[in-house]
């Protein structure tokens, strides 16, 4: 099945779906843990990232010759939609405005140094635990 090529239409009705589903999980995210970007460390918005990535990694492993939707849906659509590098960029910008020229620079180099350990940790972890090369 995963040899099959999946239609345009159906694709693009994947990302929608999952899209959907992914920016609801962050705006609840971003409700539990509220932040404002001038008054510190965005949390929630490091932690989605962080997160969002780990789950690209296991899904790039367990992807991998299954459905052809499935990286559409599960990868664009809702880590797509969950993870903000929008936001991130915008944190970063108001801390420097504000003043916290240090925050501002730890929470730019944190974000993209945890976002890489993290899909790296997914794809090491996860093919461990699956027996993959």
């Known amino acids: 099945m995963s040899d099959q090529p999946a239609g345009t239409g159906a ?3 994947a990302v929608a779906v999952g899209g959907s589903a992914g920016s609801a999980a962050r705006f609840g995210v971003a409700q539990l843990l ?3 970007a001038g008054t510190g460390v965005p949390w929630s918005t490091l932690a989605v990232n962080a997160v969002g990535c ?3 990694g296991v899904l790039v492993v367990l992807a991998e010759g299954r459905h052809p939707l499935l990286r559409p849906l599960l990868g664009v659509g809702v880590l797509g939609g969950f993870t903000t590098f929008s936001t991130y960029t915008v944190d970063v910008v108001v ?3 504000r003043g916290a020229l240090w925050t501002a620079a730890a929470y730019a180099a944190g974000t993209l140094l945890s976002a ?3 899909v790296s940790a997914g794809v090491f972890a996860t093919r461990r635990i699956a027996g993959r090369p």
Request: proline share 7%; charged share 5%; hydrophobic share 75%.
């Open 11 to 13: 694709v693009l009705a």
């Open 34 to 36: 509220p932040h404002d």
């Open 54 to 56: 780990l789950l690209i």
């Open 95 to 97: 801390l420097a405005q």
């Open 116 to 118: 890489l350990v993290a």
